[in-house]
């Protein structure tokens, strides 16, 4: 089973931007309920569309440049980028089949 891509300011252009894929990421922090309630379903997702498309997770208070440069202002809030721009945005937690619809919609 794929893994969740741990992604930071540093490597955020390289692994999002520049994907081949649909890149779904999850904006969130360790210290928030929501976001440890979408965390697991985040990782699901990574091994259902592995291949597909990417999933990665970035920490909002480590990765301070990436979340401001996309008004992270609630979390958890995940942003699907496809060919480098965010094509959809889902801000809090939804169920799983939610967030699987939307990002097949964009693989």
Same mark, same amino acid.
């Given at each position: 089973?794929? $893994? ?10 390289? =692994? ?5 894929? *649909? ?5 969130? &922090?360790?210290?928030?309920? *929501?976001? $440890?309630?979408? @965390? *697991? #379903? ?5 091994? !259902? ?5 990417? %999933?990665? $997770?970035?920490?909002?208070? =480590? ?7 996309? @008004? %992270?202002?609630? %979390?958890? &809030?995940?942003?699907?980028? $496809?060919? @480098? !721009?965010? #094509?959809? +945005?889902?801000? @809090? ?8 619809? +939307?990002? =097949? &919609? +964009?693989?």
């Amino acid at each position: 089973m794929s $893994k969740t891509i741990e992604l930071s300011d540093s490597n955020f252009e390289s =692994e999002v931007l520049q994907s081949d894929t *649909p890149v779904l990421v999850d904006f969130w &922090a360790e210290w928030c309920g *929501p976001c $440890k309630m979408i @965390g *697991p #379903v985040v990782d699901e997702l990574a091994g !259902e569309f592995d291949g597909k498309a990417k %999933i990665g $997770k970035v920490n909002v208070d =480590e990765n301070p440049e990436v979340s401001v440069k996309y @008004g %992270i202002r609630s %979390i958890p &809030a995940l942003l699907i980028f $496809k060919n @480098g !721009e965010v #094509v959809d +945005q889902i801000i @809090g937690a939804v169920p799983k089949n939610t967030l699987k619809k +939307q990002l =097949e &919609a +964009q693989v």
